[in-house]
């Protein structure tokens, strides 16, 4: 399976972005899909993930400003993010997990959000 992370780009605070991560292969209905982020200095750190079931987990900093959806149908999780804050600014990456198969990166891709 590959991956490929689209969405970013230059927001002022307080504005949105959405991401998607789109699936090439079998195997992502399947699978674990979280969005990722890593600001410089920082260690990349989980925003949220979605279950092949649709259970869905958030971090702390963006609980009710952040929402994943995924579609399998069309193999895309999409990361919808409100009230966008300067701290958000990172680049952001999905991933895929599936028991017992190597993990899955998409490419990453920016999010600056100007104060």
């Known amino acids: 399976v590959q991956l490929q992370a689209s969405g970013g780009g230059l927001v002022q605070a307080g504005g949105s972005l959405r991401l998607s991560c789109a699936a090439s292969?079998?195997?992502?209905?399947?699978?674990?899909v979280g969005w990722y982020r890593q600001a410089p200095g920082n260690q990349r750190e989980l925003v949220a993930q979605?279950?092949?079931?649709?259970?869905?987990t958030y971090a702390d900093s963006v609980k009710a400003r952040f929402i994943v959806s995924r579609i399998n149908a069309q193999a895309t999780v999409y990361l919808f993010m409100n009230s966008l804050k300067p701290e958000d600014t990172a680049v952001y990456y999905c991933?895929?997990?599936?028991?017992?198969?190597?993990?899955?990166w998409g490419q990453g891709t920016q999010v600056t959000v100007s104060s």
């Open positions: 292969g079998s195997g992502f209905s399947n699978g674990v």
């Open positions: 979605i279950t092949s079931g649709g259970s869905i």
């Open positions: 991933n895929l997990y599936r028991p017992g198969l190597p993990s899955a």
